[in-house]
Nanobody, 123 residues
């Protein structure tokens, strides 16, 4: 089993920054691939960034160059640094994990999910 707890969401003005954190615990083999997934009201779920077991990262095109996914293995924490935020980034952001060795922002099959943290960007 894997437990994921997000924090760091909030409200910010356009072009502002936020850093999301995800505290992870449980079976490490079940969280080889970690991702940040967002869902806005009325829209489909979207993987914005993914981090594989080899340190490989992947981003959806709309956030590339603005968002950075990283991890601190000593703290079992996953981060999402979000810069130059736009109103269209407003969504609930979820931390997710899977044991897959394959990991990219196009992969949507995660087995474990956090409870989510809200990000609101005003213009």
């Amino acid at each position: 089993q894997v437990q994921l707890v997000e924090s760091g969401g909030g409200s910010v003005q356009s072009r502002g920054s936020l850093r999301l954190s995800c505290s992870a615990s449980g079976d490490t083999n079940s969280r080889r691939c970690m991702g940040w997934v967002r869902q806005a009201p009325g829209k489909e779920r979207e993987v914005v960034a993914a981090l594989g077991v080899r340190g490989d990262t992947s981003y959806t095109a709309s956030v590339r160059g603005r968002f950075t996914i990283s991890e601190d293995n000593t703290k079992n924490t996953l981060y999402l640094q979000m810069n130059n935020l736009k109103p269209e980034d407003t969504a609930m952001y979820y931390c997710a994990a899977t044991g897959s060795f394959l990991c990219s922002a196009t992969m949507t099959s995660y087995n474990y999910w956090g409870q989510g943290t809200q990000v609101t960007v005003s213009s």
